[in-house]
């Protein structure tokens, strides 16, 4: 929202909002000249608004909503404005259960690095990108498609299928898992979501394109007979993209059939990682960029905030000597995946995870999932479930403390603890020298990373922190 915000700010429109609380974000769009307003109360609202966005977060009983229909005022969601925004642009659509964020902002930064200037809102801060939005220019200048509609990168996010308001002319679809599963019924109607997502491809007389991993993404249901043109891409010899990967080297090579088209070492660990630059690379490729230029920006970016980022080294009050990392990760896919890329990168003689599951049905319908998901960890903290947009009654059936049984049932030592504060106390005082510990989750928990860098800074134990991100996990 706030990155829409500032594009349609950028393009001449006055723009103002409201949120439920201060927040570092607030304070950066009230920089930028963007009104914000705190708390739910309809005189916000003023008389000469023309149209009123709504995250999807927003019920339809919020005093704002129910204003702007009294006053007859136009409301629509996030995603049915961004799907105004890309029209009349060349605009590219990032979907897929895993890796938008990531793969968002990686072929954004090619783009800007090889002076295709794209419009860009990617769901990260991205400090390359000076934070997860900007406005580019109305036409390409230069490569194959000068002259063309100016470039739009987004993520295309299917919770509420959302994606389905998109405009694109290009589109990648890096994979298709089961999540959102108290909107969607199931694996299939998962997969007919991106079946009718690839569906808003133009023709390819007309220039649309898909991207679609060979492997994990369920190709065959979902791009058969479409009207676009669409390519593979993955480890297998037939995809029409092949990938290949070195992890000890931490090479990345892509080829087309037997020409080797782009060569690189990322930044960015893992074989999830090695497939989101590759699908970059090939989409850049497509828009216009060079060979060379491709190679280079990917080997520059550093990555996105809050995946797999480095936070910082710091001594805790035992006097243990820790690493603490803070990851977005939040379905059993993406915490097996970073944790694995962690203990790949740094080998840690005890990798602590402090996980807090996101939503109570996910967690729920996932739970066996969840339980296979960290092997990779010596300890896993669990900490509360982050309550968001469930049901009271979705709350009662699960809690972090059956997460926690679950794990301890399957080998991997677990306990739950009933609070933020709590869980920085036990960190303090648990903590062993040499202690690798990420902080994982899409809600608040991050807040205890920094909680233990702080508390350990004021007894002289805290390292200059660092905001780099090492390997950007698999994910949205």
Same mark, same amino acid.
């Given at each position: 929202?706030?990155?829409?915000?500032?594009?349609?700010?950028?393009?001449?429109?006055?723009?103002?909002?409201?949120?439920?609380?201060?927040?570092?974000?607030?304070?950066?769009?009230?920089?930028?000249?963007?009104?914000?307003?705190?708390?739910?109360?309809?005189?916000?609202?003023?008389?000469?608004?023309?149209?009123?966005?709504?995250?999807?977060?927003?019920?339809?009983? %919020?005093?704002?909503?129910?204003?702007?229909?009294?006053?007859?005022?136009?409301?629509?969601?996030?995603?049915?404005?961004?799907?105004?925004?890309?029209?009349?642009?060349?605009?590219?659509?990032?979907?897929?259960?895993?890796?938008?964020?990531?793969?968002?902002?990686?072929?954004?930064?090619?783009?800007?690095?090889?002076?295709?200037?794209?419009?860009?809102?990617?769901?990260?801060?991205?400090?390359?990108?000076?934070?997860?939005?900007?406005?580019?220019?109305?036409?390409?200048?230069?490569? %194959?498609?000068?002259?063309?509609?100016?470039?739009?990168?987004?993520?295309?996010?299917?919770?509420?299928?959302?994606?389905?308001? %998109?405009?694109?002319?290009?589109?990648?679809?890096?994979?298709?898992?089961?999540?959102?599963?108290?909107?969607?019924?199931?694996?299939?109607?998962?997969?007919?979501?991106?079946?009718?997502?690839?569906?808003?491809?133009?023709?390819?007389?007309?220039?649309?394109?898909?991207?679609?991993?060979?492997?994990?993404? %369920?190709?065959?249901?979902?791009?058969?007979?479409?009207?676009?043109? #669409?390519?593979?891409?993955?480890?297998?010899?037939?995809?029409?993209?092949?990938?290949?990967?070195?992890?000890?080297?931490?090479?990345?090579?892509?080829?087309?059939?037997?020409?080797?088209?782009?060569?690189?070492?990322?930044?960015?660990?893992?074989?999830?990682?090695?497939?989101?630059?590759?699908?970059?690379?090939?989409?850049?490729?497509?828009?216009?960029?060079?060979?060379?230029?491709?190679?280079?920006?990917?080997?520059?970016?550093?990555?996105?905030?809050?995946?797999?980022?480095?936070?910082?080294?710091?001594?805790?009050?035992?006097?243990?000597?820790?690493?603490?990392?803070?990851?977005?990760?939040?379905?059993?896919?993406?915490?097996?995946?970073?944790?694995?890329?962690?203990?790949?990168?740094?080998?840690?003689?005890?990798?602590?995870?402090?996980?807090?599951?996101?939503? #109570?049905?996910?967690?729920?319908?996932?739970?066996?999932?969840?339980?296979?998901?960290?092997?990779?960890?010596?300890?896993?903290?669990?900490?509360?479930?982050?309550?968001?947009?469930?049901?009271?009654?979705?709350?009662?059936?699960?809690?972090?403390?059956?997460?926690?049984?679950?794990?301890?049932?399957?080998?991997?030592?677990?306990?739950?603890?009933?609070?933020?504060?709590?869980?920085?106390?036990?960190?303090?005082?648990?903590?062993?020298?040499?202690?690798?510990?990420?902080?994982?989750?899409?809600?608040?928990?991050?807040?205890?990373?920094?909680?233990?860098?702080?508390?350990?800074?004021?007894?002289?134990?805290?390292?200059?922190?660092?905001?780099?991100?090492?390997?950007?996990?698999?994910?949205?």
């Amino acid at each position: 929202m706030s990155g829409l915000a500032l594009m349609l700010k950028s393009r001449g429109a006055s723009v103002r909002g409201s949120d439920q609380s201060e927040s570092v974000t607030v304070e950066a769009l009230r920089e930028a000249g963007i009104g914000v307003d705190i708390g739910a109360d309809p005189g916000h609202l003023a008389s000469e608004t023309d149209l009123v966005i709504a995250s999807a977060a927003i019920r339809p009983d %919020h005093p704002e909503l129910v204003r702007a229909g009294e006053l007859g005022i136009e409301a629509i969601s996030y995603a049915e404005a961004l799907g105004r925004a890309q029209a009349g642009r060349t605009a590219v659509s990032i979907a897929g259960t895993h890796g938008k964020s990531t793969t968002t902002a990686l072929l954004s930064h090619i783009l800007v690095s090889c002076g295709l200037d794209p419009s860009v809102i990617v769901g990260a801060t991205c400090p390359q990108l000076g934070g997860g939005t900007r406005t580019g220019s109305e036409l390409i200048g230069v490569g %194959h498609l000068a002259g063309s509609p100016g470039i739009f990168v987004a993520e295309a996010c299917e919770f509420n299928r959302s994606f389905h308001w %998109h405009r694109p002319t290009l589109a990648l679809i890096n994979n298709v898992e089961e999540d959102h599963l108290d909107v969607y019924d199931s694996l299939d109607e998962i997969v007919r979501a991106f079946r009718a997502f690839a569906g808003l491809l133009p023709a390819a007389e007309a220039g649309g394109r898909l991207l679609i991993a060979h492997e994990g993404a %369920h190709r065959r249901a979902v791009a058969s007979g479409l009207a676009c043109a #669409h390519s593979t891409f993955g480890w297998s010899p037939s995809a029409d993209y092949r990938v290949d990967h070195d992890p000890e080297k931490g090479s990345t090579s892509v080829w087309r059939k037997d020409e080797c088209l782009f060569a690189f070492r990322a930044q960015i660990v893992g074989e999830h990682n090695a497939l989101n630059a590759a699908a970059a690379a090939i989409l850049a490729s497509w828009l216009g960029a060079s060979q060379t230029g491709i190679v280079a920006a990917i080997e520059s970016f550093g990555g996105i905030e809050r995946r797999m980022q480095f936070l910082g080294q710091c001594r805790t009050k035992s006097g243990a000597s820790v690493r603490v990392y803070d990851d977005y990760g939040h379905h059993p896919t993406e915490c097996e995946r970073t944790l694995a890329a962690l203990r790949a990168a740094e080998n840690p003689p005890r990798l602590i995870c402090v996980f807090q599951p996101h939503q #109570h049905s996910r967690t729920r319908f996932l739970l066996e999932q969840f339980a296979q998901s960290f092997t990779k960890a010596d300890l896993v903290v669990v900490a509360p479930i982050y309550f968001v947009r469930d049901s009271e009654i979705e709350r009662t059936r699960v809690c972090s403390g059956d997460l926690a049984q679950r794990l301890n049932d399957r080998g991997t030592p677990a306990r739950a603890i009933d609070s933020f504060e709590a869980i920085t106390a036990f960190l303090q005082d648990d903590a062993r020298d040499g202690d690798l510990i990420v902080v994982m989750g899409a809600g608040p928990v991050d807040a205890i990373a920094h909680d233990l860098l702080r508390s350990s800074s004021m007894h002289g134990g805290a390292s200059s922190t660092l905001a780099r991100a090492v390997a950007a996990p698999d994910r949205g």
